[in-house]
């Protein structure tokens, strides 16, 4: 699982990842939904945190931010972010979740990492052993838009449809299982993609569809100028994306338990 993940971010989609960060108002919505049981908490774990979407903005307003990140060059920008903010209480913990221990923490949250939050996850049920205070998952809901133009672009230039089935859906009846239900508060945020040029925009689908050619890239190039929006010196991929948040709080208690265990060293040692 982390090699996949490792291999799929590439440094150059980490740096897209990060430009698209910038211009989002992702954050401020996926922690407004979770207000109250913020208020709680003083500790969290981000698992499969990327470049710092959500762990940079609790790391700014609570204790203490862990944050479990398998792929090494997501772990080294989110390095960057922390070294760049001058935030001294984040852990950074390059690994798959499960590969490593972690103590548990007020709040365990999980955005956008369908392996983690799929139907048959293991990782539904540990993570709430894990918190004190509550749990969060982020997913895909119905209602986003067209991901990068992904429903158009996969049957011409794949030849496949591009999509499964609705992710929110799918995170909450598992946990109906278990016998969870989470308040689920949708959220409607951007999530634009910038690009310096045209070029770079080809870069981008080639890239993320897996494209290799002057065909495909000229196809993509034709498209591209009639779909991107320009804004200043930029070219804008729009993306409106709808979120569930799906959070309940629990009531573990861990005075029975082995638990904790060493916390991971802090970032100061990585590059
Ligand atoms: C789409 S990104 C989301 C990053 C961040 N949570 C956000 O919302 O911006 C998914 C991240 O999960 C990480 N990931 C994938 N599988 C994982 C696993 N089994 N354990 C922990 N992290 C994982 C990936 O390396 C990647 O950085």
């Known amino acids: 699982m982390s090699r996949r993940s490792g291999e799929f971010w590439t440094q150059r989609k980490v740096g897209w990842y990060r430009r698209a960060l910038r211009r989002s108002d992702f954050a401020p919505k996926v922690l407004g939904a979770i207000a109250p049981l913020l208020e709680e908490c003083e500790t969290a774990l981000d698992v499969g945190a990327g ?115 609705c992710e929110q859906e799918e995170t909450v009846e598992a946990l109906a299982r278990l016998g969870v239900a989470p308040t689920v508060t949708l959220i409607d945020y951007r999530s634009d993609q910038p690009f310096t040029d045209l070029a770079e925009a080809c870069d981008f689908w080639m890239e993320y569809m897996g494209l290799q050619g002057e065909e495909p890239r000229a196809f993509l190039r034709t498209f591209l100028a009639g779909r991107l929006v320009r804004d200043g010196d930029e070219w804008i991929a729009p993306y409106p994306k709808r979120a569930a948040v799906i959070w309940w709080r629990v009531g573990a208690s861990f005075s029975s338990s082995p638990l904790p265990l060493p916390l991971p060293s802090p970032p100061g040692g990585r590059g």
């Open 51 to 165: 470049c710092g979407a959500l762990a940079i903005p609790l790391a700014q307003r609570l204790r203490r931010v862990t944050a479990v990140e398998p792929a090494p060059a997501m772990a080294k920008a989110l390095a960057e972010e922390v070294r760049e903010r001058g935030l001294t209480n984040v852990s950074i913990v390059e690994a798959a979740w499960g590969d490593v221990p972690v103590p548990p923490h007020d709040l365990v949250l999980c955005a956008h990492v369908a392996n983690l939050l799929e139907r048959e996850s293991p990782f539904l049920r540990e993570a709430p052993a894990c918190a004190l205070k509550g749990v969060a998952f982020v997913r895909d809901a119905t209602g986003s838009g067209d991901k990068f133009f992904f429903k158009e672009l996969y049957p011409v230039l794949l030849g496949r449809p591009y999509g499964g089935p």
